[in-house]
Structures are given as structure tokens and as C-alpha cells.
């Protein structure tokens, strides 16, 4: 079942440029996290925001969360090569629940 | 850091095998997933166990099945591989609950020809 979808599906910058990328899910959640999957590898843990939380911060990462729009956006400011990546959203699929359902993903290219 | 590994990065079977994707993790984490990523699908989960000898099925269990005697290691089993379960498979741990983050595998992209 599709929770989370990502948008855009792929995104092209130039490097030291912000990237946006956001995220709309379906139902209620306890939190949402975000990682990133560099080409043929395994995701990596990038940042959670509890339902509570509006908007938590991590280097050059910033998430917002909206829960009244059901949606997230995950900014990186200043990007750089090394951010070439793709970008998943990720939501407890329902309360108590022990799983992820994970959206589409952006693909994300920093031309340099 | 936590590690979890994969049997292999690169695999390729033939129609009809019965293929063994194995994952270790060495956190002690009580959460284990296998999940397929196809492109245009996004990640889709197949298993998960949340304790030894525990198993639920997620979105497409069909045609897999999975198995965990040791908290540690989780092995995803194709009874008789077939050319649409050529794949990237991901393994992922967490402790106990949602809240916690994933920690995956570097995955094992399978090849069925």
C-alpha cells in the first residue's frame, strides 16, 4: 500500500543551490523520517519529525511537517555533488505498527 | 555503528531455483524487513519479524517465504525463483516500534534469467 509519495520524482540543480523535495501521505501518523539511497546502495537514516514537531533541523537538512495537509518537505540548503542521491519519505503505515511504508522517492542530481 | 549485512551484492539464478538472501545484523535489534525496490515502485515489503520464530507478511509476500531462528540473522527463501522477482532486496533492522529508524543492508540486486 502506497503511503507516502514524493515530489518531484526527479530533480536537477546546480551545486550550491537549495533543493526541496516533498512529501504527502494518506493517514494519521506518529512520525515521519526521511532517508537517502545513493545509487545501487542501501538507504540511510537521514532525519525523523515526530507528528508533534513542525520542523526539526540537522546540518544542512530542514523538515517541516504539516499534519492538518498531511505532508513534509525535506530541504537541503547549499547543496553539493556528494547530495546526488535519491530521497525517501517514510510513514508508520498505522499507530502502533512496527513497519515503514515508504514513498517513491525524488531522484536528486547536483550538476556541478 | 550498526552493521547489517547481505549474503551477496550480486546474484543470479535460474528459473526454477530455490534461492537463500541472507541478513545479519549485529545490534541486537528485535525488528528485521526484507524489502524489494523496483523502479517506479519505490521500496514494497515483503516480510518482517519483530522477534525470533515471529514472522508477519507485509505487502507481497507471495512466492517468498522467510525464516529467523537466531534474533541476528534473517533469511528471505524464494522457493522456486521466477524472472519477475528479479530484484534489488534490502534488508533492514530496528529496535522494537516505529519510532525507531531503519538501519539497512547495502542489498543484493538478484538476476533470474
Known amino acids: 500500500s502506497q503511503q507516502g509519495e514524493e515530489d518531484p520524482q526527479a530533480l536537477s540543480i546546480q551545486e550550491g543551490e537549495n533543493a526541496t523535495m516533498n512529501c504527502s501521505y494518506k493517514t494519521s501518523i506518529n512520525n515521519l523520517q526521511w532517508y537517502r539511497q545513493n545509487s545501487g546502495r542501501g538507504l540511510v537514516h537521514l532525519i525523523l519529525?515526530?507528528?508533534?514537531?513542525r520542523e526539526k533541523h540537522s546540518g544542512r537538512l530542514r523538515v517541516t511537517l504539516d499534519t492538518s495537509k498531511k505532508s513534509s518537505s525535506l530541504l537541503i540548503t547549499a547543496s553539493r555533488a556528494a547530495d546526488t542521491a535519491s530521497y525517501f519519505c517514510a510513514t508508520d503505515a498505522d499507530q502502533g505498527a512496527q513497519k515503514l511504508v515508504f514513498g517513491q522517492g525524488t531522484r536528486l542530481t547536483i550538476n556541478p | 555503528d550498526v552493521k547489517v549485512t547481505q549474503s551477496s551484492r550480486y546474484l543470479v539464478k535460474r528459473t526454477g531455483e530455490k534461492v537463500f538472501l541472507e541478513c545479519v545484523q549485529d545490534?541486537?535489534?528485535?525488528?528485521m524487513f526484507w524489502y524489494r525496490q523496483d523502479p517506479g515502485l519505490g521500496l514494497r515489503l515483503i516480510y518482517f519479524s519483530y522477534d525470533v520464530k515471529m514472522k508477519e507478511k507485509g505487502d507481497i509476500p507471495e512466492g517468498y517465504s522467510v525464516s529467523r531462528e537466531k534474533k541476528e540473522r534473517f533469511s528471505l527463501i524464494l522457493e522456486s525463483a521466477s524472472t519477475n522477482q528479479t530484484s534489488m532486496y534490502l534488508c533492514a533492522s530496528s529496535p522494537p516500534g516505529a519510532t525507531y529508524e531503519q538501519y539497512f543492508g547495502p542489498g543484493t540486486r538478484l538476476t533470474v534469467t
Open positions: 519529525i515526530r507528528s508533534n514537531e
Open positions: 545490534m541486537d535489534h528485535e525488528n
